[in-house]
């Protein structure tokens, strides 16, 4: 019970960053603490931002060693969920499906497509007897997007409201008919790690949003049409863009009430949130 007049404690928010962005040196973060959870070990790194406590994780491990294929999803969430994380503000490099969004360009994500094949998806294994389906319309909690446009406002950066990232397996890129096929889905930008961290997080009911950066044009859309993609391309444009996005993400977290209200967005009204 916290005593009249005395402000609430704020509640834990971690970070999830892919490719490039470093985090942990702005966040003076200590760490990696190892946390073992049913699903694997997590390495969560630790720190605080005014009152809040903030944690770190590095989807790729320290050194990007694992593919996005092998990142221990279930694994990373569970051990937010354990700290008592009640957002997630994730990043991830994605390449544009849209001709007018060059590399540099930042989206707040509001929708998926999944294409991946071959990972494990849900912490709802139908144990004890029991089969849930999770309400996903919205996956991404409205209030920490609109958090994350205000921080854009504030900070005057451009970016892009809204956009649909299709979630491939990988680790290989695309070839140029996959990307054709995207785009005539509806798809906006194309990435291997979306999914499914965001729909174990709303598993969990915890808040997460996610910003996308543009590395580069997917396959066949670059000047000439055999442009290959390369991993050194997607890195540089990520620490390029680095500061700005730990700027934006800064700006979220000072924007965000001390804790939810629940019942205001979908991730607290699902799950087991
Ligand atoms: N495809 C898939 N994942 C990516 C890309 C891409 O073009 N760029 C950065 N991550």
Redesign the pocket.
């Known amino acids: 019970m916290v005593p009249a007049g005395s402000a609430a404690p704020a509640t834990p928010l971690a970070i999830i960053g892919g ?1 490039g962005v470093d985090i942990v040196t702005e966040l003076k973060a200590q760490g990696p603490l190892p946390i073992d959870t049913p699903y694997g070990r997590a390495e969560v790194y630790s720190a605080r931002w005014g009152e809040r406590p903030v944690y770190f994780l590095s989807r790729h491990g320290a050194g990007h060693v694992l593919p ?1 294929h092998r990142v221990p999803y279930r694994a990373n969430i569970w051990a937010l969920r354990h700290l008592g994380v009640e957002w997630i503000l994730a990043t ?5 499906l849209r001709k007018e969004w060059l590399p540099g360009q930042l989206v707040v994500i509001d929708q998926f497509i999944d294409f991946t094949k071959n990972r494990p998806a849900t912490f709802f294994d139908g144990e004890g007897g029991k089969v849930i389906h999770t309400d996903v319309t919205e996956p991404y909690c409205p209030i920490l997007r609109k958090a994350l446009i205000a921080a854009a406002g504030a900070e005057g950066v451009s970016i892009a409201e809204s956009g649909c990232y299709v979630c ?1 397996e ?1 680790p290989r ?2 070839t140029a008919a996959e990307i054709r096929f995207f785009q005539s889905i509806g798809g906006d930008l ?3 790690t979306g999914v499914p961290e965001v729909t174990l997080a709303r598993e969990v009911g915890i808040c997460y949003a996610a910003l996308g950066l ?6 066949g859309l670059g000047e000439s049409p055999c442009e290959p ?1 390369s991993h050194q391309e ?1 890195t540089r444009l990520m620490q390029k863009q680095g500061v700005v996005v730990w700027r934006l993400l800064r700006r979220t977290i000072d924007l965000l009430p001390p804790a939810r209200t629940v019942g205001r967005c979908p991730c607290t009204r699902s799950g087991c949130g």
Not at 92 to 96: D, H, K, L, Q, W
Not at 214 to 219: M, S
């Open positions: 490719t996005p991830n490099a994605c390449g544009s491939t990988g890129y695309e194309v990435g291997m543009v590395t580069n044009l997917a396959a993609i997607v």
